[in-house]
């Protein structure tokens, strides 16, 4: 398991077919898996973002053996996948052990892009996106579901976001003004978090967020840019960022800006007390506090893991 000094979540990824392989797998696969998965990371006062995916990059495809690979539409996918999504609750919303739940499933890498729920709805006529909803909904109370597009889908729900090109320049326009929209109408980010995932390996990225996560961290443009995102988004978890060099100290005291910029700090403006207490009274105090919107967060990072050879992931 990947570590980070600052890290208080961890990002796991999770073949459907490592939880479900057969019709005939029960709960008791998803739990096994999970206490396997999640061993160790309590004892470090770490919490999990599980996303479950079908589909990687490629040919990379995970879909159980007795479902056919790429199918999103049909009737039997639709049972199985409301199964699951009702098991993953039985497992997870009562599960101290896990912070958040990204929704994932589909598109690559579970980003719900190519194909997001919404265009297999429109391709087929199915009603992915509202059973998504309803069905994360019903299977959560307890947790908070965060889907990759807030602004444009699940309108009927209400859902945390992950962006996993944060800050990307060829999304900053598209995807960061659909976020920040949907923040301002909806106020999201008083109820659910904001996050996701710096990628440094598509378009334009060198123009921003830049070359590596030690150059953001570095150079003051790079980083003066991230920051201003995170405090634009409310962001206040972030990947594959601190994959710095921890030993550079360069890269380290740019780690701890952006660290300190996200999430929101409490300040006592003032306090006021009785200056003499009697025996077998209580003292007063009063005070004043005010919230600083200078982002403070409880994760930054990249996360846990694909064991195998794809993304690790650690937040901090």
Known sequence: MYEHKWATLAQVYIR????????????????QYS????????ERNVKVIPRVYLHWDGGDMYWPADLTDGDYSSEA????????????GEAWNDDPRVAFIEMGIFGKWGEQESPSPKDVDEDYGTTMEQILGDEFTSAFPDKIVSVRHIWDQFPNHTFGQYWDSWGHNDQIHGQGVGIKGALTSEATHKTHYIGGEVAYNWGSFAIQPGDS?????????????????????HCTQLRWI???DQEN??????????QRAMGYRFV??????????????????????????TQRASAFGRGATEVDSERSCQCL
Request: aromatic letters at 8%.
């Open 77 to 88: 996918f639709q049972q199985r996948l409301i199964r699951l999504i009702r098991r993953l």
């Open 213 to 233: 996560p030690d150059d953001t961290l570095r150079d003051p443009i790079h980083r003066d840019f991230m920051i201003n995102t995170l405090r634009w988004l």
């Open 268 to 293: 006592l403006e003032e306090v006021g007390f009785t200056a003499q207490v009697t025996a077998g009274q209580l003292r007063g105090v009063s005070e004043d506090t005010s919230r600083r919107r």
């Open 249 to 258: 100290p360069q890269s380290q005291a740019g780690a701890e800006e952006i």
């Open 16 to 31: 459907w077919n490592e939880i479900e392989n057969d019709e005939s797998d029960g709960l008791d696969k998803i739990m």
């Open 35 to 42: 206490n396997e998965r999640f061993e160790g990371l309590a």
């Open 242 to 244: 601190d994959d710095y």
